[in-house]
């Protein structure tokens, strides 16, 4: 299956890197390349038929292509067109692509090759071209806007996913539709946003939700959650310039929110029926948002958030922490000085390495681009160094294509006498092991001898999954939906709980430790 995440999806505009206005240019086009936008789908029925929206435009004397589709968003990278044929190289999802499409007077019928997106497809010539940023996100409405696009949100959600009242009763969430329809005129954006988000959380699932628009004014930097119950604590692990003094110190209240309030209410933002570790572990990351903490009345401005907050010494200070504009990168400063061995080639999706000393092989299984070569790569230091133990580390993994995952990692390594034994094949995952990622680590842990160490996941491996997206009319904002129920546990509870149960400490984090690799790697080898 497809699918990344939770972390949200940004516009295939932005990602474009270009607001030209679209037709301005047209003279600059190539001879006999058709703009216009141009609608229709790809052959199938169901999850396999995806809706296409086809911007075809000139801008700064380049011929651009733009997707918006119900699988993704995505645009080309290369564009030709001659004599009523175009030719599109694409960026679809990091993945490539390609579409060759053959103009016959106002259709457009050819091959679309873009990960889910892939078809034959047929579109009709809608009108003229867009404005490249046209269906940008965003939420700067008029109230009418808003009313509009909740009620295409309340029709739109129930008919597209599998099975929108599996947990949440339709009842409930037609009351809740017609009491925020109602409220709509009290509310600021961030509010409605949030009113929104939360009934599309109240769904149940963790692959259905609203994605967030550009401008959502992240805070630089990165809180986690130490400890359950009463006694948990909120810490800020990682900040950007001018904010490294805040590290390591407890959450005691944002803005005049006291922190276990705050947190309260964030929860009410993550999916309802999946369990508790994702819940928690996308709240946290919430926190550091500040058109969310505006949203849920935290905060009184979404652009900055004042803190309180308390060190290891008992001293009480505050700080007034701003959101970065849209586009603007920090990179922010861990607590721990130094890198441990998960955190090297941050950038590589699959990534091994020989540890002679402890007579292993490392893999980092972050993502599934190229996961071919990743294979490969992973075999031949195998043959090279004939490990002890194979460890692979899916804990940053968010999700792909978990039948990628399953050809090019699970089956390979199943069919390995010498690696697939108890205590030679170790998997490690996390709270946020997601979709994709989930799915394989259930595989590896009914199908091989893999040991899974670390902290129980929280997306279930019965549920809904497989999302697909909409637009709201006015804000663009894109809605995804559940489209299939994936069953990967046929017996025992519904969750993947790992053989070692490990959780770091604050301690741990404090000292620069990864106490789940460092078990493993202190097994003997067998």
């Given amino acids: 299956m497809t699918g990344k995440t939770w972390l949200k999806l940004a516009g295939a505009?932005?990602?474009?890197?270009?607001?030209?206005?679209?037709?301005?240019?047209?003279?600059?086009?190539?001879a006999d390349a058709p703009t216009g936008v141009f609608k229709g789908a790809t052959a199938g029925t169901g999850p396999e038929r995806t809706e296409v929206t086809l911007n075809l435009a000139c801008a700064d004397g380049r011929y651009v292509a733009q997707f918006f589709t119900s699988a993704a968003d995505f645009g080309s990278t290369e564009a030709t067109a001659a004599s009523g044929h175009i030719s599109l190289k694409?960026?679809?999802?990091?993945r490539g692509g390609t579409a060759d499409l053959?103009?016959?007077g106002d259709t457009l019928t050819g091959r679309l090759a873009a990960g889910a997106a892939s078809g034959t497809v047929s579109l009709l010539r809608a009108g003229p071209p867009l404005a490249l940023d046209a269906l940008k996100p965003t939420i700067a409405l008029t109230k009418a806007q808003w009313h509009e696009d909740l009620a295409a949100f309340a029709t739109e959600l129930p008919r597209r996913h599998a099975n929108a009242f599996?947990?949440?009763?339709?009842?409930?969430?037609?009351?809740?539709?017609?009491?925020?329809?109602?409220?709509?005129?009290?509310?600021?954006?961030?509010?409605?946003?949030?009113?929104?988000?939360?009934?599309?959380?109240?769904?149940?699932?963790g692959h259905t939700y609203l994605t967030l628009p550009a401008d959502r004014r992240t805070l630089p930097i990165r809180i986690a959650r130490f400890g359950t119950g009463p006694k948990a604590e909120l810490r800020i692990v990682a900040a950007g310039p001018g904010y490294e003094h805040a590290l390591g110190a407890r959450i005691v209240r944002i803005g005049a929110t006291p922190v276990a309030?705050?947190?309260?209410?964030?929860?009410?933002?993550?999916?309802?029926?999946?369990?508790?570790?994702?819940?928690?572990?996308?709240?946290?990351?919430?926190?550091?948002i500040g058109l969310l903490l505006h949203g849920l009345g935290v905060i009184p401005d979404r652009n900055h958030a004042l803190f309180t907050l308390r060190d290891d010494a008992g001293r009480v200070f505050k700080l007034d922490i701003q959101g970065r504009a849209p586009g603007a990168a920090a990179e922010l400063k861990p607590m721990a000085t130094g890198k441990g061995l998960a955190q090297e080639n941050p950038g590589a999706a699959f990534w091994c390495r020989e540890l002679a000393e402890q007579h292993a092989v490392?893999?980092?299984?972050?993502?599934?681009?190229?996961?071919?070569?990743?294979?490969?790569?992973?075999?031949?230091?195998?043959e090279k160094s004939h490990p002890g133990k194979l460890i692979v580390d899916m804990r940053d993994n968010g999700g792909g294509d978990n039948?990628?995952?399953?050809?090019?990692?699970?089956?390979?390594?199943?069919?390995?006498?010498?690696?697939?034994?108890?205590?030679?094949?170790?998997?490690?995952?996390?709270?946020?092991?997601?979709?994709?990622a989930m799915n394989n680590a259930a595989q590896f842990q009914d199908e091989t001898q893999a040991i899974l160490v670390g902290q129980q996941i929280g997306e279930k491996?019965?549920?809904?999954?497989?999302?697909?997206?909409?637009?709201?009319?006015?804000?663009?904002?894109?809605?995804r939906a559940s489209s299939l129920y994936y069953k990967f546990r046929e017996h025992g509870p519904n969750a993947v709980t790992p053989d070692k149960t490990i959780v770091p400490t604050w301690e741990d984090v404090k000292a620069g430790r990864d106490p789940v690799l460092d078990w493993v790697l202190a097994q003997p080898a067998t």
């Fill in 362 to 382: 490392y893999c980092g299984f972050r993502a599934y681009e190229n996961l071919g070569r990743g294979r490969n790569e992973m075999l031949a230091l195998i």
């Fill in 13 to 30: 505009c932005a990602a474009l890197g270009v607001a030209a206005v679209a037709g301005q240019a047209a003279a600059d086009c190539p």
């Fill in 403 to 436: 039948t990628l995952g399953y050809a090019f990692v699970i089956k390979p390594l199943e069919a390995m006498a010498d690696i697939n034994r108890k205590g030679r094949l170790y998997v490690l995952v996390g709270a946020l092991t997601f979709s994709a």
């Fill in 261 to 288: 309030e705050a947190w309260r209410r964030m929860l009410t933002l993550t999916p309802q029926q999946e369990l508790p570790a994702l819940q928690e572990g996308r709240a946290a990351d919430y926190l550091a």
């Fill in 166 to 205: 599996f947990y949440l009763p339709k009842a409930r969430f037609q009351a809740e539709i017609a009491a925020l329809d109602k409220r709509l005129g009290r509310l600021n954006d961030d509010q409605i946003f949030v009113a929104i988000e939360h009934l599309t959380n109240a769904i149940g699932d």
């Fill in 102 to 104: 053959t103009l016959a």
């Fill in 461 to 479: 491996p019965n549920s809904y999954q497989e999302p697909r997206q909409f637009r709201l009319p006015n804000s663009h904002l894109i809605v």
């Fill in 90 to 94: 694409l960026d679809a999802r990091a």
